[in-house]
């Protein structure tokens, strides 16, 4: 199981930092993917992690601005969410893959947390 929280409203310029936390089987074994849907609009990657935290994926939209990172002996990834935009507006998801970590196809899902960037 995957629950992500640390969701909010926040102006733009601000930043907030989203936690996915893993329970059951062996947390390091998995890549990480944060992901985020707007209003309208597909599901999108926006960051991923590899199971030992060694190697990183950004989308273009966030590069320089957010940060993934992992701490497996606490069984969690976090989303560090600097220089927040509008457009970073939507509902943010944490999904798990046994699988390569740019896998197009991650197996367990995370409920959504709502991220809301005012202008």
């Known amino acids: 199981q995957l629950q992500a929280s640390g969701g909010g409203t926040v102006e733009a310029g601000g930043s907030l930092r989203l936690d996915c936390v893993g329970s059951?089987?062996?947390?390091?074994?998995?890549?990480i993917g944060w992901f985020r849907q707007a209003p309208g609009k597909e599901r999108s990657v926006v960051a991923a992690?590899?199971?030992?935290?060694?190697?990183?994926y950004y989308a273009d939209s966030v590069k320089g601005r957010f940060t993934i990172s992992r701490d497996n002996a606490k069984s969690t990834v976090y989303l560090q969410m600097n220089s927040l935009k509008p457009e970073d507006t939507a509902v943010y998801y944490c999904?798990?893959?046994?699988?390569?970590?740019?896998?197009?196809?991650?197996?367990?899902w995370g409920q959504g947390t709502q991220v809301t960037v005012s202008s």
């Open positions: 059951g089987d062996i947390f390091s074994n998995y890549s």
């Open positions: 999904a798990a893959t046994m699988g390569h970590y740019l896998t197009p196809s991650y197996d367990y």
């Open positions: 992690i590899s199971s030992r935290g060694l190697r990183t």
